[in-house]
């Protein structure tokens, strides 16, 4: 048998079970956005935009997914940057791999469970009593907006502060005493120092979280209680409710439209960063 | 800066403590600590669903992280001599599988499966006599299994791929040199240097296929595993049941991660 007949064979069974189970649902899901419900569920051969055109039906759902993936991105990262900073540069090398491995811990156990505790802590009987108990009456937080927020934060924070450490970890810490000794003010190492050198962590962390934001499902239904519910929680009803699979494979395509779009955006952007800091001199 | 460190911290593990700590409330509440007892645990061990269902899962992480660990390595010593189209086709297949969200594999495999078993079907009782006796493929156990090797074996490919990537071919090389059959070379020298990145493969496709709600959701059938069972405990009520369920299965996937790291750890040794 030649070299090549024996790597072709290799690669063949991961291929086709990725091809099965990957590529064929996905042209389901393209060939059905282009067709029509049946009467009672599932789904009728057509060729028609009609589904497409519907899609403002669920603009909600959109515009949620749309503003609190974003703005839980970006407040993961705002919350991990400075603890990841800590564990990097700040921490003895004694303490150092413990403190990590405490952060990505709560990631190893089921998201699931981690969400549904925050269900007793923004309940009633959490954190609102305890404010009640400081004279702050009546605040609900359960099934708002904010509960999402916090949960996707919870949910998420290891997973961003994992890859900032490592760029943090990475950077020689003697270019921040240089850059003292030159008499900069902390802040100008950090944003003429640090930041810039972390910038590859940083965007690692946050696409991974966008990403896994964008397809949601678990944290709106538990914490959002059905107030606050992104596109995930749509397809949930659409194909498991209502049974609409023409509607619902439209609106998957949309979703991975719009994320195929972000994320090259996004890319283009890191990646002129990337360069703008090689050309600076001294880096 | 350290206060800052020590708020995250908590942050982090006070929901994790409440969960653990109702799990061994007295009372049916739970929001109000009735006293310590251990009945729930009792309770949970003794509910038949939870068993069926805790056995369904393991049984589907085992099998599917098992495939996964197998497929995914052949392919990624496959792809290591293979460049050109086929090269690009198949790291975009990988590409797709980690980016599509979890969510749209489950419908996607869903319609495509229910669509394809409408047709196979008919077609599987008409080759019998009496139709009824007919294989009946249907959404269960089988179609979960397929769903996630699909995605963890995407998962060890890259695992694999780059532990692979920073052997030095000099080893096999030399192997090679030394009159070794390409099996022989792979089995003595190439193998036990990726064992420990076939077995982090294993372990994190384990915990994804365990912890994985969403796509169990829509392709399990009338199947239920723990996740599926924990959730739909939660939209009738939390009790301290759940909580226990929850502290349990907590409990087992850190001791999980632990002897992981021992088994990494002395890999490591013994190789020094």
New interface residues.
């Given amino acids: 048998m030649t070299?090549?007949a024996?790597?072709?064979?290799?690669?063949a069974?991961?291929?086709a079970?990725?091809?099965?189970?990957?590529?064929?649902?996905?042209s389901?899901?393209f060939i059905?956005s282009f067709g029509e419900r049946a009467p009672a569920g599932g789904?009728v051969p057509a060729f028609t935009f009609e589904q497409y055109a519907n899609l403002p039906a669920r603009f909600t759902a959109f515009k949620n997914t749309l503003i609190l993936a974003p703005l839980g991105t970006l407040a993961a990262l705002l919350?991990a940057y400075?603890?990841a900073y800590?564990?990097a540069v700040?921490t003895s090398e004694r303490w150092k791999t413990l403190?990590l491995v405490?952060?990505i811990?709560?990631f190893?156990?089921?998201?699931?469970?981690?969400s549904?505790?925050?269900?007793?802590?923004l309940?009633?009987?959490?954190i609102p009593a305890l404010l009640d108990m400081f004279g702050i009456e009546n605040v609900r937080l359960i099934y708002t907006p904010f509960a999402v927020l916090i949960g996707i934060v919870?949910g998420y924070?290891?997973l961003m502060v994992f890859p900032i450490y490592v760029a943090l970890e990475r950077l020689d810490k003697r270019l921040l005493e240089a850059s003292a000794d030159l008499g900069a003010h902390p802040m100008t190492t950090f944003f003429s120092v640090t930041l810039p050198m972390s910038i590859s962590g940083i965007a690692t962390g946050c696409m991974l979280v966008f990403?896994?934001l964008?397809?949601e499902?678990?944290i709106p239904a538990?914490l959002g209680g059905g107030k606050v519910f992104f596109v995930?929680n749509a397809?949930?009803d659409l194909?498991?409710q209502s049974r609409n699979?023409a509607f619902?494979?439209a609106v998957?395509m949309m979703?991975?439209i719009i994320?195929l779009v972000t994320?090259t955006f996004y890319m283009r952007l890191i990646s002129r960063l990337n360069i703008q800091r090689d050309d600076a001199p001294l880096m | 800066m350290r206060f800052y460190a020590l708020f995250v911290y908590i942050f982090l593990y006070t929901p994790i403590a409440i969960i653990a700590l109702f799990s061994f409330s007295a009372g049916r509440s739970a929001s109000q600590f009735e006293g310590f007892s251990i009945k729930w645990y009792g309770r949970a061990l003794n509910n038949p669903f939870v068993m069926d269902a805790l056995g369904n899962s393991i049984f589907v992480a085992f099998v599917s992280a098992t495939l996964a660990s197998i497929l995914g390595t052949l392919a990624a010593v496959g792809l290591q001599g293979i460049r050109g189209p086929v090269r690009a086709f198949f790291d975009a297949l990988i590409y797709v599988a980690i980016m599509i969200p979890g969510i749209v594999i489950g419908i996607a495999t869903l319609i495509a499966l229910v669509t394809v078993f409408g047709v196979v079907n008919p077609w599987l009782a008409g080759l019998y006599q009496d139709a009824a006796s007919a294989p009946k493929l249907s959404m269960g156990m089988g179609s979960l299994i397929a769903a996630h090797t699909m995605f963890t074996l995407a998962l060890v490919v890259i695992i694999v791929r780059a532990r692979l990537a920073v052997l030095e071919s000099s080893l096999s090389e030399a192997s090679a040199d030394l009159y070794a059959t390409p099996f022989g070379t792979f089995r003595q020298i190439t193998l036990p240097l990726i064992a420990p990145a076939i077995l982090a493969g294993f372990l994190l496709s384990f915990t994804f296929s365990f912890d994985d709600f969403i796509i169990a959701f829509f392709v399990a059938g009338s199947e239920t595993t723990l996740p599926i069972y924990i959730f739909s405990s939660i939209r009738r009520g939390i009790t301290p049941e759940v909580n226990a369920i929850g502290t349990m299965v907590m409990v087992a996937s850190l001791l999980l991660l632990i002897i992981a790291q021992l088994i990494l750890r002395r890999g490591n040794a013994t190789k020094r």
């Fill in positions: 070299q090549r024996r790597n072709w064979l290799l690669i069974p991961a291929g079970w990725l091809i099965v189970m990957l590529v064929l649902p996905l389901v899901v059905f789904y919350i400075p603890l800590q564990l700040r403190l405490l952060v811990v709560p190893w156990t089921s998201i699931l469970i981690r549904y505790a925050w269900i007793f802590l309940g009633g009987g959490g919870y924070l290891p990403i896994l964008m397809g499902f678990l538990l995930g397809l949930v194909f498991l699979w619902g494979s998957a979703l991975i994320m994320v």
